[in-house]
Nanobody, 116 residues
């Protein structure tokens, strides 16, 4: 019954910023990690950023210093603040939730296009 609903994607010029959000609802119990993945045309899906239940974060090398992952206190929403966007960031971004029990959930994806 867990659902993830994403928003915030769109078209932005190089150097611009976007904030993605993912609203999580349902029977959420003992979260292991929340994160964002992306998949560009012709590429495999890759981890962009993740945050653990304890608040520890990690990022792909390609986005370090530019992207920030965060969540609200209730852990009902996870955000991805994206700054200094590059054309290489163009991809479909997916929200991901993992529970301690091993369950995994995905959002439907939101398109981010960085182009002049």
């Amino acid at each position: 019954q867990v659902q993830l609903v994403e928003s915030g994607g769109g078209l932005v010029q190089p150097g611009g910023s976007l904030t993605l959000s993912c609203v999580v609802s349902g029977n959420i119990f003992r979260i292991y990690t929340m994160g964002w993945y992306r998949q560009a045309p012709g590429k495999q899906r890759e981890l962009v950023a993740a945050i653990t239940n304890g608040g520890n974060t990690n990022y792909a090398d390609s986005v370090k210093g530019r992207f920030t992952i965060s969540r609200n206190s209730a852990k009902s929403t996870v955000y991805l603040q994206m700054n200094s966007l590059k054309p290489e960031d163009t991809a479909t971004y997916y929200c991901n939730l993992r529970l301690m029990a091993g369950n995994g959930y995905w959002g439907q994806g939101t398109q981010v296009t960085v182009s002049s």
